[in-house]
């Protein structure tokens, strides 16, 4: 109990100290001084992905917060290489050096903000069923494997580089597989997901998208830590 | 009778021969003298003479275009809009089949100062050869010796894509007949070495006439207008002018905020966005610092008499502007004012002044309409690696809102310049990005 105290009291001590210090420093430092951190300078990317990387409540931009650190780095690349297509995001990224990308993807991938609640559902049962199965179970006949045997058992993603599904609006989800359909999304040779893209019908895509939109993301969910199982096919963008 | 027909074969004589002429006369050209005098190296390049020309080729941009994006380094593909049609930069790698591996030295400078092909044809003057004209030999063939060990590349370049009349060769020989000469840089001796050293990198290698001063219905850069600024066509940027007081003229700058500006993109003054992100980041920020220094000093020379433009676009009355500034006011308040504050002052070097800003308040607002619409970032660099940004704002205001707001910032503090109409932000939210 006494220890308890004790430390309470120093914790007390610690904050006051460190509240003096920083009304000490808004005193003294010029009122033209800026927080020097990471946060301050991503404040254009939180304009469209929210607060923190949260995404926004339109339902388009996608979360970053919280996604694998390499996953994050190599879609700055591509954006910034060309091998994504988002007009604004290129224009954006265009003269950032790598270093930067890293230490940006780095800071976007520490943050945990809380998830929203999932969109409202408007695919019938037999859809919802079909993009359940597709995504524990994969489709042999069409040699396309389970979402989970690469994106978690949870679909929070693996360390470093496979990001989660769940947390993504359904038409996010959408737009990228048109984008592996159509060529405009490249990642790094072999691409996977354009190949498994290319085995899916659109009603296959639509139950994936509608039944991983619906799922509620647990609290304090995380990336899985990165595993040596082995993919159930070649990613380039995944290192071996 | 026979007078008409006379008449009528003189006309005809003078519709072919005088094109006949001028056509001969840019093919043969003054090109022998001169570059007999100069021959081409006969000794190997030297490890210096590549390391010098791959510095030129820093200082000369040449990545910038014959770079496509994510592509090999100088195997070409970077499609280049013009108002006659889509051109595409070719491959100038060492490869012999589709690059310049099988050029030699001599042809390397026809190119650049002559601003013909290997073959002899005419080369279109989006490659800038009115500047590289002035490039020392010296200099050409040290560029030649480094683009000799750019690894080979093997990919054909892409036909130009230009309307008719503009995709015949031919007829570039008017345009040069009108609107080229070859020459050399002179120094002027009134100047100092530095001044001068500036001006040679500024005129030639640089080549910044080709965004900053307007060009003609020809695309040639009006020689009266010299570095006086002027819309990059398509690309729907203002290159505003460097000789004029109320736009980027740098006669009142000290020179420490514009070396700091041409190598790390960001001063006291002002940040490079749009395309001078691209040169800061590819091109300057490599320069050593005499060299930015003396572009500088140069720079900060230049006569400073252009009177400032006129406003192309109606403006409200009275009442209007009352109510816009109020609108703005407010937005700008929600949006712009916890970086930029709210007197304008800004935090430099993150977040420029707006007040006092010239890039805001020139004739043409299509840049001050385009950072609010799409934001951007100043580029990486030694002196300035983890640039602060500015977030776009197309996608939460409507037009009228980014009217109201960079009219408002346009008249407030010490700024004065024309309202901004909504069908304006219109016009610029579809130009492609990239």
């Known amino acids: ?240 | 009778m026979t007078s008409i027909k006379r008449i009528l074969l003189a006309l005809l004589l003078l519709i072919i021969a005088v094109p006949a002429v001028i056509i001969g006369a840019e093919f043969i050209d003054h090109e022998d003298a001169e570059s007999a005098a100069a021959a081409a190296p006969s000794s190997p390049a030297t490890e210096q003479q590549i390391a010098r020309g791959a510095y030129l080729a820093r200082a000369g941009d040449c990545m910038a275009c014959h770079t496509a994006r994510g592509g090999q380094p100088y195997a070409g593909g970077r499609a280049i809009p013009t108002p006659f049609g889509t051109m595409y930069a070719p491959n100038i790698t060492a490869d012999k089949e589709t690059g310049l591996g099988s050029w030699s030295a001599n042809d390397f400078w026809r190119a650049l100062h002559h601003g013909k092909s290997k073959d002899g044809s005419f080369l279109y003057p989006a490659f800038p050869y009115t500047n590289y004209t002035k490039i020392t030999h010296e200099d050409s063939n040290a560029l030649f010796a480094y683009m000799q060990t750019v690894t080979p590349v093997r990919q054909p370049s892409q036909e130009h894509a230009l309307r008719f009349p503009y995709n015949n060769r031919i007829l570039l020989a008017g345009w040069r007949a009108l609107y080229f000469t070859p020459g050399a840089y002179r120094a002027d001796s009134k100047q100092s070495v530095e001044w001068n050293r500036g001006a040679y990198l500024v005129q030639g290698l640089g080549h910044c006439s080709a965004c900053h001063t307007t060009r003609n219905a020809f695309g040639a850069t009006v020689a009266k207008s010299d570095l006086g600024g002027g819309l990059i066509p398509i690309m729907n940027w203002y290159a505003p002018s460097l000789t004029s007081d109320a736009e980027a003229g740098l006669g009142n700058w000290e020179l420490q905020h514009i070396t700091a500006l041409l190598k790390t993109g960001v001063s006291p003054r002002s940040t490079v966005f749009g395309p001078m992100a691209e040169v800061v980041s590819r091109s300057l920020q490599h320069l050593d610092d005499n060299d930015i220094q003396a572009m500088a000093v140069y720079l900060k020379s230049l006569p400073q008499n252009d009177p400032p433009p006129a406003l192309d676009t109606p403006q409200p009355d009275k009442a209007t502007a009352d109510r816009v500034m109020q609108a703005g006011a407010k937005i700008y308040e929600q949006h712009c004012a916890e970086c930029h504050k709210a007197g304008g002052q800004g935090i430099a070097p993150a977040y420029p002044p707006m007040s006092g800003n010239r890039a805001l308040t020139m004739g043409s607002a299509v840049n001050p309409i385009r950072m609010v619409l799409n934001g951007g970032f100043p580029p990486s660099t030694q002196g300035n690696p983890r640039p602060y940004g500015m977030p776009p704002f197309g996608q939460i205001l409507n037009d009228q809102e980014v009217a109201a707001v960079v009219s408002y910032i346009r008249n407030s503090w010490d700024n004065r310049a024309g309202f901004v109409s909504p069908q304006e932000v219109n016009r610029y939210r579809s130009i492609p990005l990239d």
């Open chain 1, 1 to 240: 109990m006494a220890s308890l105290q004790l430390s309470s009291v120093s914790r007390i001590a610690r904050v006051a100290l460190l509240a003096l210090s920083t009304f000490w420093i808004a005193d003294t430092i010029p009122a033209q001084q800026l927080p020097d951190n990471i946060a301050q300078r991503v404040a254009a990317c939180t304009a469209c992905h929210g607060k923190e990387g949260r995404a926004s409540s339109d339902g388009y931009y996608p979360r970053i917060a919280g996604k694998p650190e390499g996953y994050l780095y190599n879609q700055l690349t591509n954006f910034r290489d060309g091998h994504r297509q988002y007009p604004l995001m290129t224009y954006l990224l265009d003269h950032l050096s790598d270093a930067y990308l890293h230490e940006i993807a780095a800071y976007f991938s520490a943050q945990h903000p809380p998830y929203p609640a999932p969109q409202p559902v408007e695919a019938t049962p037999a859809v919802l069923e079909r993009g359940r199965a597709l995504v524990m179970n994969g489709d042999s006949s069409k040699k396309v494997p389970a979402c989970i045997a690469c994106h978690g058992q949870a679909l929070t993603g693996v360390a470093p580089a496979v990001p989660g599904l769940i947390g993504l609006p359904r038409d996010y989800i959408n737009s990228q597989f048109g984008a592996w359909k159509n060529g405009v999304r490249r990642a790094k040779a072999p691409d996977c997901m354009a190949q498994i893209t290319q085995r899916l019908s659109l009603e296959d895509i639509n139950a994936a998208s509608s039944w991983l939109a619906a799922q509620t993301v647990p609290e304090g969910a995380l990336p899985a830590a990165a595993t040596t199982v082995k993919l159930p096919l070649p990613c380039g963008s995944v290192a071996e």
